[in-house]
């Protein structure tokens, strides 16, 4: 997170020129709210590369509740978001934050 410019993602995504990964603005902004929803306490986009057409990344950190029911549904959306990246989803073992490769 300390790499590069880093960003809370709720607000920086509203900006149609800023995307996540390979997705465009509409999927990038509603994987956004999917994530928000299941009770994220706080998601960043990190490692923000600037281009001539916008703001882009592939790099998430989620800060999970300790709520295990919220927590476990986090989890299972991000490995979704993994095994379509061609890796492994993580297991819960406490951790606070999770890291998300979209690309």
Known sequence: MQRGKCSEVINWIETK????????????????KSL????CLKIYACEI???????????????LPRAELKRKKILKKVHGL???????GPFDDGQRYVYVKLD
């Open 17 to 32: 020129s800023h995307t996540l990964g390979e997705l465009d603005w509409v999927r990038s902004r509603r994987l956004v």
């Open 36 to 39: 928000s929803s299941l009770g």
């Open 49 to 63: 590369f600037s281009g001539d057409h916008g703001e882009n990344t592939g790099h998430l950190v989620i800060e």
């Open 82 to 88: 993994a095994r379509e990246q061609g890796y492994a």
